[in-house]
């Protein structure tokens, strides 16, 4: 089985369980400062990187009303859910893909925006220069995660996924954007204000404690700019 098929099957599991409508409620918190930050223009064309269930597109498409809004997720099960919410968005559509190989030309996308979903590729480097290709000149990408090296209390992910994660630091992130291209490369945390219950009895945080610390650390923001005026080297044939 290749890493997208293993993918694909868990990510369709958890759409069939509903999980792709849940990780509105607790992606939220994280996402609204990241909006602020992106500072969406009405004609911007975004790419949503492992849309999931899709609410994220469709909140963003309230924003970028003369723009095109695009979801691309490697789980037909989450692409279809998707689809099915969003026939009111005319300027939405959501693609089956994976971030190895974004289905899409070059230079359409002004940005893109990826959330708790980069540690899954199988090849992240290949993403962010995948990313950056999609990318207009002056176009920016914006990765948020929860689970990377500098948050110990995430740590414990890595056993309980029934998929492969990249635990990786800001700065390998960070160095991954600048090797792809990227410039104004830059990092940050974005805390998550919700109040964390006395007790906690899920199996992601070894208690209560755990999960308030985890959310004060905060969720990983990454964030590049394609530079304007780098071309791909052209030749012309010389006319006789
Ligand atoms: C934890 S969910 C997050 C979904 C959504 N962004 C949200 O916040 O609700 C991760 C999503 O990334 C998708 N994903 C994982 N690897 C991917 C890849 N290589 N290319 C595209 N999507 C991928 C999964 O199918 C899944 O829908």
Redesign the pocket.
Known sequence: MTR?EQ?RGE?NR?AQAGR?EE??RH?LPIVLPMLELMDLQSDDNVLD?????G??SRLIAERVREGRLVG????DE?VRRARKKCVEHGQVMFVL????EIPWDNSFFTKAIS???AY???QPAQ?VREIFRVLREGGSAWVLINYYRDNPHCHQWGEILSVPAHLLSAEEWAAMFREAGFVEVAHRRIADPTPTPEVYAGRWFRDAEQLRAFRAEGALLVHGTKPVGVHPQIHFPRIL
């Open positions: 997208e993918l990510f958890w792709g990780m509105e992606h990187i492992g849309c999931g269930s609410w994220l691309i997720d490697v789980s989450m893909g994976s971030v190895d959330v708790e979903s899954y590729w199988p993403g």
